[in-house]
């Protein structure tokens, strides 16, 4: 087991303290999603965490440590740490016989951990082999520092083995989970490791594929909008998509080749607004990310958008606001991704109304969605589509083909907000 003289040694050192399967061809794995909102940590969390991330996004390459430097600890403990006000879960089974742990899904990083509660720690079991490693990653609005265990993973009824999995020792910003699932690029896991070496560590999705449990090295996911504070209505499948999930083709489009957002899902889009198409965000790149609640759009697009709505800096919860009447008019925003365009329409752009009293909102008021990234475009990450906006459409992460595949669903046109 770990040893904590070391750790402290070391923190010195480094300056800082399913849905029912419908017919397939192929192998995969479909898990159901919890969505769940939590406001406790307080009004402007929700902003204040995706602004955090956004940051921590942009700032990962000069984060990373290199060789005998952990230069991310400091990062990690120079930032507010902010919980997640809404998130995406799943229930993964660690270790033989396993323990369960709810882990939040994340598209926008690679690393899988355990045990961010103190209640629910991960268990070492018959099946457990302590690396000597150590795991660390910075979320910007929270961080994780764990023992690297190889392990099991049992997700639905398959069992994964040799998964590298964290073992939490210290972490900050998760109060409502058990961890993380790190479904993103495996090129995230870079530096993750300390000491510290070169190599990637293989996501759940890579091991699931090269051990034969699935047939492709792809994710799929499906959130959808509830008004609900806690409602299991999602669906994350591993290897293959559900077309009960989606109507009409999946567009896919390559990752971005742009820094930094290529080492993400990273995409590239315009923004148009209204019936007369004007211009929110001119064809940049960004990414699409499970772990950031809003859609952020750069500096210079969210005060275009800010004009063409009329939407009020609302003190109570950081968010946009608009009088029911202003709400009236407000027009869908369209997505040009690849040569596909989505919609998205007025009801996807607002907050669920019957929440807005848990984000400190009033029921007088209708709640945007749309926020500030926190700096201009042309910067590399001009958006970031999280999952108020995944909640309007299926997407597709596919890692063999380095592509990004997105459809509408039965949520896109839905009014349920
Ligand atoms: C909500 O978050 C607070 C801290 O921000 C935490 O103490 C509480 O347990 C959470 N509630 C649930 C239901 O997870
Ligand atoms: C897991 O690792 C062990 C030891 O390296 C190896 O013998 C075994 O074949 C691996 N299992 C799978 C499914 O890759
Ligand atoms: C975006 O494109 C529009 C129309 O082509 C152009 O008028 C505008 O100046 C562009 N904005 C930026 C920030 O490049």
Do not use: C
């Amino acid at each position: 087991m770990f040893n904590k003289s070391f750790l402290v040694i070391l923190l010195l050192a480094t300056g800082a303290l399913s849905s029912p399967l419908i017919k397939r061809t192929g192998k995969s794995i479909t898990l159901p999603v919890a969505r769940r909102v939590n406001i406790t940590g307080g009004a402007h969390s929700l902003l204040k965490h995706d602004q955090a991330r956004a940051k921590a996004i942009k700032e990962r390459k000069a984060n990373i440590p290199t060789h005998g430097k952990a230069k991310s600890f400091s990062a990690a403990f120079g930032v507010p740490i902010t919980n997640q006000v809404v998130d995406y879960a799943v229930t993964v089974g660690v270790g033989n016989p396993p323990t369960a742990f709810n882990l939040l899904i994340d598209t926008g990083s690679s690393n899988t951990w355990v045990g961010a509660q103190p209640t629910n720690p991960f268990v070492i079991s018959s099946s457990s082999q302590d690396t000597g490693n150590l795991v660390e990653v910075i979320y910007g609005s929270g961080f994780v520092l764990g023992e690297q265990f190889i392990d099991q993973l049992t997700i639905g009824d398959v069992v994964i083995e040799n998964q590298s999995l964290g073992a939490a020792i210290l972490n900050q910003g998760f109060t409502d989970v058990d961890g993380i699932i790190g479904i993103g690029p495996t090129v995230l896991t870079t530096g993750t490791l300390f000491p510290a070496t070169d190599d990637l560590v293989p996501t759940v999705t890579d091991n699931a594929f090269a051990q034969g449990l699935i047939d492709a090295d792809l994710v799929s996911v499906s959130f959808a909008p509830t008004q609900d504070l806690s409602s299991t209505n999602g669906e994350l499948i591993f290897g293959d998509v559900d077309p009960a999930k989606f109507v009409g083709d999946i567009h896919f489009v390559p990752i971005t080749s742009t820094v930094p957002a290529n080492e993400f899902v990273g995409i590239d889009q315009t923004i148009t607004y209204g019936a007369a198409a004007t211009p929110i965000l001119n064809l940049t790149s960004g990414i699409t990310d499970t772990g950031t609640t809003l859609l952020l759009i750069a500096s210079d697009a969210f005060a275009a958008y800010q004009t063409v709505t009329g939407g009020v800096p609302d003190d109570d919860t950081g968010l946009l606001r608009l009088t029911p009447e202003q709400f009236g008019n407000l027009e869908s925003l369209f997505f040009n991704i690849g040569d596909a365009t989505f919609e998205f329409t007025p009801n996807a752009q607002i907050f669920p109304r019957a929440l807005n009293t848990a984000i400190g909102g009033s029921d007088d008021f209708v709640y945007l969605i749309v926020n500030d990234i926190g700096s201009l475009s042309g910067e590399g990450l001009d958006f970031i589509d999280g999952m108020t906006f995944q909640e309007r459409f299926f997407t597709v992460f596919d890692s063999t083909n380095s592509q990004f595949g997105i459809a509408n669903t039965v949520n896109t046109f839905a009014t349920p907000n």
